[in-house]
């Protein structure tokens, strides 16, 4: 079996002072199916590009095996092409009858590798692709985040699949996926990088026991610092006074002192200016033993949220309602009815393209906050009156300038903006940066920051956890649990719809 070994490996980027890894190493190995954990920024994907050579290090990287990456990169010329003319751009050397086996286990038919990939959804998208990387033969794939944007059903048919796989590493946040699909797991804490065995729950299992004890065991340290620092400033007191009984004394009150008492008082203070050093060096021992017990801890900050009350209980109503695009042929649904009232938790559930986003763009445009665009409504669509929403876009290309920018253009208050982006672990150095140079995660928790900071009625959030790292997917499970606001969400991480749904909407 091969193996990769990263010794001393250090990398930032050009324009940045802090580096992204700083004296690294480990090994793993090749055929082993490796989950990749860490927060958002901490340097996976870098960390992918550097196995692929695309950036300058130091230190040294070594493996047998070449690597390969998904995704592809589809450019704007492209679109037009289909997927059995890019292949071999993709892959090359990669044969049309491996892929189209590997399209087979995917469950989707070859014929999908003709047809222009601007006709593809986001999940056919990823189901060729996929098909195309393990298509070939002795490569170590690297696989970033692969059911981003997919529904329910395409994500059961790509974790089936990869289950099914070995030799690659998994960059992923859904933990339904990790778990179902990894034997390993490759960790980027906040101060080191470890190797277990076992998938995410396991890990964090173990995670949670180390922290735990690493907790009791600074405690335990503070402790004993506390009480040596007591006793060796007590003893530093007595010496003090003692040595000052040396010179000068009272001859009524210490009419029995001789002259040998001077030698005496000074062997006496030694003694116990011994003691004081015994306890300094104990005392700096349980501090060498203290430091870095915390460095790994990940703390999940709990956020706050201020959600508005509407004096109506039902603030959304639908019934019998259709939806189509100007010019189509058909609906894209038909006859839906279901409603949203105060505290309610509305998740909506269907395939790619089925209209979820759509119906979100009409009950914004109901609400005065948005526009229909070419969409064709029939039934009713009711929201209350004066109804606030707070909302976030699954998309954000639009995200630019810097934060103070984007703090004033959304009205919230700047240094609150900031704050909520600690908690959500955005490093300090981000905060100087444009909002373009960040990544997809990051973007994405600038759109959370903003989304709690904005008062509502009703929070209407479209995919907020693409890309969103684990610890911050807990972190909005805790939030919602305590405030309980009233949401309309589309979102396909199951664990999180599970935890938090209230009711459950099929499209």
């Given at each position: 079996?091969?193996?990769?070994?990263v010794?001393?490996?250090?990398?930032?980027?050009?324009?940045?002072?802090?580096?992204?890894?700083?004296?690294v190493s480990?090994?793993?190995d090749?055929?082993w199916?490796?989950?990749?954990?860490?927060?958002?920024?901490k340097?996976?994907?870098?960390f992918?590009?550097?196995?692929?050579?695309?950036?300058?290090?130091?230190?040294?990287?070594?493996?047998?095996?070449?690597?390969d990456?998904?995704?592809?990169?589809?450019?704007?010329?492209d679109?037009?092409?289909?997927?059995?003319e890019?292949?071999?751009?993709?892959?090359?050397g990669?044969?049309?009858?491996?892929?189209?086996c590997?399209?087979?286990?995917?469950?989707?038919?070859?014929?999908?590798?003709?047809r222009?990939?601007?006709t593809?959804?986001?999940?056919?998208?990823?189901k060729?692709?996929?098909?195309?990387?393990?298509?070939?033969?002795n490569?170590?794939?690297?696989?970033?985040?692969?059911?981003?944007?997919?529904?329910?059903?395409a994500?059961?048919?790509?974790?089936?699949?990869l289950?099914?796989k070995?030799?690659?590493i998994?960059?992923?946040h859904d933990?339904d996926?990790?778990d179902?699909?990894?034997?390993?797991?490759?960790?980027?804490?906040?101060a080191?990088?470890?190797?277990?065995?076992?998938?995410?729950?396991?890990w964090?299992?173990?995670?949670?026991?180390?922290?735990?004890?690493?907790?009791?065991?600074?405690?335990?340290?503070?402790?004993?610092i506390g009480?040596?620092?007591?006793?060796?400033?007590?003893?530093r007191?007595?010496?003090?006074?003692n040595?000052?009984?040396?010179?000068?004394?009272?001859?009524?009150?210490?009419?029995?002192?001789?002259?040998?008492?001077?030698s005496?008082i000074?062997?006496?203070?030694k003694?116990m200016?011994?003691?004081?050093?015994?306890f300094?060096q104990?005392?700096?021992?349980?501090?060498?033993?203290?430091?870095?017990?915390?460095?790994?801890?990940?703390?999940i900050r709990?956020l706050?949220l201020?959600?508005?009350?509407?004096?109506?209980?039902?603030?959304?109503?639908?019934?019998?309602?259709?939806?189509?695009?100007r010019?189509?042929?058909?609906?894209?649904?038909q006859?839906?009815?279901?409603e949203?009232r105060?505290?309610?938790?509305?998740?909506?559930?269907?395939?790619?393209?089925?209209g979820?986003?759509?119906?979100?763009?009409?009950?914004?445009?109901?609400?005065?906050?948005g526009?229909?665009?070419n969409?064709?409504?029939?039934?009713?669509?009711?929201?209350?009156?004066?109804?606030?929403?707070?909302?976030?876009n699954?998309d954000?290309?639009h995200?630019?300038?810097?934060?103070?920018?984007?703090?004033f253009?959304?009205?919230?208050d700047?240094?609150?903006?900031l704050?909520?982006?600690?908690q959500?672990?955005?490093?300090?150095?981000?905060?100087?940066?444009?909002?373009?140079?960040?990544?997809?995660?990051?973007?994405?928790?600038?759109?959370i920051?903003?989304?709690?900071?904005?008062p509502?009625?009703?929070?209407?959030?479209?995919?907020?956890?693409?890309y969103?790292?684990?610890?911050s997917?807990m972190?909005?499970?805790?939030?919602?649990?305590e405030?309980?606001?009233?949401m309309?969400?589309?979102?396909?991480?199951?664990?999180f719809?599970e935890k938090?749904a209230?009711n459950v909407?099929?499209?």
């Open positions: 079996m091969a193996q990769l070994k010794n001393d490996l250090s990398f930032s980027y050009g324009s940045s002072f802090d580096p992204i890894f700083e004296h480990f090994t793993i090749t055929s199916k490796l989950g990749f954990i860490g927060r958002n920024g340097g996976k994907t870098t992918l590009n550097l196995l692929l050579g695309k950036y300058e290090y130091s230190g040294n990287i070594s493996m047998d095996w070449p690597c990456y998904f995704p592809y990169k589809i450019h704007q010329e679109l037009s092409k289909n997927a059995d890019l292949m071999e751009q993709w892959k090359p990669v044969e049309s009858w491996r892929v189209m590997e399209l087979s286990e995917l469950g989707v038919d070859a014929e999908l590798l003709y222009p990939i601007r593809l959804s986001f999940g056919e998208r990823t060729v692709m996929l098909g195309v990387l393990f298509a070939g033969e490569d170590f794939l690297l696989i970033d985040e692969p059911t981003n944007h997919l529904d329910q059903e994500r059961e048919i790509v974790k089936k699949y289950a099914g070995k030799g690659f998994l960059v992923s933990r996926l990790l179902a699909c990894v034997d390993h797991v490759l960790v980027l804490n906040r080191t990088i470890e190797v277990q065995t076992g998938n995410f729950s396991s964090w299992e173990n995670k949670e026991r180390a922290d735990a004890f690493a907790t009791a065991e600074n405690e335990k340290h503070l402790k004993e009480r040596l620092k007591s006793t060796m400033q007590q003893s007191s007595w010496a003090t006074k040595e000052n009984t040396k010179i000068g004394y009272d001859p009524i009150k210490e009419h029995d002192r001789t002259k040998n008492a001077r005496y000074g062997a006496k203070t003694k200016e011994s003691r004081v050093k015994v300094e104990r005392m700096e021992r349980n501090i060498a033993e203290k430091e870095g017990l915390l460095q790994d801890i990940e703390q709990d706050k201020s959600p508005m009350e509407h004096y109506k209980d039902r603030l959304v109503e639908a019934r019998d309602l259709s939806l189509r695009y010019d189509a042929d058909s609906e894209v649904f006859g839906l009815t279901f949203i105060n505290g309610d938790r509305v998740f909506l559930q269907g395939r790619n393209g089925c979820k986003t759509s119906l979100i763009k009409a009950i914004l445009a109901s609400a005065g906050s526009d229909m665009g969409i064709e409504l029939s039934g009713i669509l009711q929201t209350a009156s004066n109804l606030k929403i707070s909302y976030i699954q954000t290309s995200l630019h300038g810097d934060l103070r920018m984007h703090a253009e959304n009205q919230v700047y240094s609150l903006f704050s909520v982006l600690r959500l672990a955005l490093e300090q150095a981000q905060f100087d940066k444009r909002i373009e140079e960040f990544s997809e995660g990051q973007k994405k928790k600038v759109l920051a903003t989304s709690l900071l904005t509502a009625h009703l929070y209407i959030w479209d995919e907020p956890l693409n969103i790292d684990v610890f997917r972190q909005l499970e805790k939030l919602i649990r405030y309980s606001p009233t309309l969400i589309v979102e396909h991480d199951v664990r719809k938090m209230t909407v099929e499209l």
